[in-house]
């Protein structure tokens, strides 16, 4: 499941298809704050509303450095 997720935070940086759907998929369920970093950065040049949800969700992320990614 870890492999899928890195996966698809990869393909929204290759123009995969519907790449704000798997990023926000990542950026709430994963374990690894690596991805959710990955996730939490790509959301932000996305200005899609499913987006900015998944940003105001990734401001209360345990770990400082997806938080701070949200809120930049």
């Known amino acids: ?3 899928a997720l890195a996966t698809s935070v990869r393909a929204a ?3 995969g298809a519907d790449p ?3 990023l926000v998929d990542a950026l ?3 374990a690894n704050h690596k991805v959710r970093l990955k996730a939490a950065k790509r959301l932000g040049t996305d200005r899609s509303p499913l ?3 998944g940003l105001r969700q990734a401001l209360n992320d345990e770990h400082p450095l997806v938080r701070a990614a949200a809120a930049n």
């Open 1 to 3: 499941m870890a492999v």
């Open 13 to 15: 940086d290759t123009g």
């Open 20 to 22: 704000t759907a798997a």
């Open 28 to 30: 709430l369920g994963h």
């Open 51 to 53: 987006a900015a949800d």
